[in-house]
């Protein structure tokens, strides 16, 4: 049975994370002194007890590693507009690699097109590192299919639709779940004429919060923030409790309503699905939820860790988003 152990039991076992497992077995010193000894005394007896053997190739593929973990992103994370967005990401990403003892390498010389970089280019120096990791709102299928199809180790931090039938390893927040959970909310509370703002699709973050959205409200209103005035829009249809995909685009709607003298919550309840990609004024604290991104950039490296130990491990995860009761969300007048 001993050869059918992994890691991950290891890990169970001893009550540690499989990152302090793969500490322990691979003896990085300088990340190793970080693990007090009675954890790596812990996990050593668990691994005698059971004869664990790591997978000879899998240990001869680690031993040639250069420890360095590369990172791209597909749009720019450092503009002031987006940098409180993308720094949680970074942090967790710097924080896990740390507890690993690898470098990172944040690749940037990929060009920029529209906006945004591609993995592949007549430039392309993704083989300096031993893996990557995948940042980006959107990212080209046919990138992913290549990646997979090239056996490139990789990880994307955000869930993403496997094309062509590939397995891409991400670890994503899992938004369809905590929409559906406010959503169901503001139903219990008494609101009957609710709509989703956003655009519900291209990127797959989108698409999950429309579907956890439709999944409670199915016949809730849609509508895209870059389609016309959509406060106009909501009063048209009589709208009391509007959730927003976009945090900076619920406290600009939140601001509309304001001026046009109506009351956040009251007359109107403004739900934001996740945190802001861009700076927002004021000190609203939105109903909603947070997206837990340091946690999903720790994770992610982590399981790239255990792609490039060849260990076997689940590839796809989601994580719970943080749910707020804020105090842009309440009945709805009359109730």
């Not at 959970?181 to 519900?200: D, E, I, K, S, Y």
């Not at 685009?249 to 309840?269: C, H, I, K, M, N």
């Not at 130990?309 to 988003?321: F, K, M, N, R, V």
């Amino acid at each position: 049975m001993s050869d059918r152990l992994t890691q991950r039991d290891i890990a169970r076992l001893a009550r540690v994370s499989q990152t302090t497992v793969s500490l322990v077995l691979n003896n990085r010193t300088t990340a190793s002194a970080r693990i007090p000894a009675d954890t790596r005394d812990r996990v050593l007896k668990v691994i005698r007890e059971t004869g664990y053997v790591a997978d000879p190739l899998a240990r001869r593929l680690l031993q040639q590693r250069n420890q360095i973990l590369g990172v791209f992103t597909y749009e720019s994370v450092f503009p002031s507009a987006s940098a409180d967005f993308y720094h949680p990401f970074l942090s967790g990403i710097e924080e896990s690699a740390e507890q690993l003892g690898c470098d990172l390498l944040l690749f940037t010389s990929a060009p920029v097109t529209d906006g945004r970089r591609l993995v592949f280019h007549d430039n392309n120096r993704l083989r300096i590192a031993d893996g990557s990791l995948l940042l980006g709102r959107r990212i080209p299928a046919e990138e992913l299919s290549r990646l997979v199809a090239e056996k490139y180790p990789f990880v994307s931090v955000g869930r993403r639709d496997n094309p062509d039938g590939a397995v891409v390893p991400y670890v994503g927040a899992d938004y369809a779940a905590a929409t559906a959970t406010v959503t169901a909310r503001a139903l219990q509370l008494g609101h009957t004429r609710v709509a989703f703002v956003g655009p519900g699709e291209g990127a797959e973050s989108s698409a999950d919060r429309l579907k956890g959205f439709h999944q409670v409200a199915p016949h809730g209103l849609h509508l895209s923030p870059a389609k016309g005035e959509v406060l106009e829009k909501l009063l048209g249809q009589q709208i009391t409790a509007v959730f927003v995909e976009d945090l900076a685009d619920a406290a600009a709607l939140a601001e509309a309503a304001r001026a046009r003298g109506l009351t956040v919550p009251g007359d109107l309840s403004v739900v934001a699905l996740g945190d802001a990609s861009r700076p927002v004024d004021g000190d609203d604290e939105y109903s909603g939820f947070h997206i837990p991104r340091k946690e999903m950039g720790r994770r992610a490296v982590g399981l790239l860790e255990a792609v490039l130990s060849g260990e076997e491990t689940d590839l796809q995860h989601l994580l719970a988003c943080e749910l707020v009761d804020g105090s842009t969300l309440s009945k709805p007048k009359g109730l």
